[in-house]
């Protein structure tokens, strides 16, 4: 989508996002069985835990932003989106496309 995006201005480099979704992948295939029994039975610990969450994957989305390196697929499309227009949109985009991306896969998800 990014390709199609910036055509041929688009870094070569960022064609390794699929290695990215392969390592993510993984990790949540490595990481869901252990944590899979973890109850937090009062709900503040499931706030706390869920807040932590929350801040874990926006430092690790502004470490990788800011290192300019290879991004997510979630990010480099607005990355895209945002050089295609104006490079400072990227947080006016960031949070309508991820909205739209779970409205998609609740959709999808939704049983017939």
Not at 38 to 52: C, N, R, S
Not at 61 to 75: R, S, T
Not at 83 to 99: G, H, Y
Request: positive net charge.
């Amino acid at each position: 989508m990014e390709g199609v995006t910036l055509g041929k201005s688009f870094p070569l480099l960022q064609y390794f996002q699929i290695n990215v979704l392969f390592v993510l992948r993984v990790s949540v295939d490595f990481w869901r069985p252990k944590i899979q029994n973890f109850e937090l039975k009062h709900f503040l610990w499931q706030l706390i835990a869920v807040v932590i969450g929350c801040f874990t994957i926006v430092l690790i989305i502004m470490i990788q932003l800011k290192a300019d390196f290879v991004n997510n697929p979630g990010e480099g499309i607005v990355k895209a989106i945002a050089l295609r227009c104006n490079p400072e949109l990227f947080s006016k985009i960031k949070v309508p496309l991820d909205l739209s991306f779970v409205t998609i896969a609740v959709i999808l998800s939704w049983p017939i």
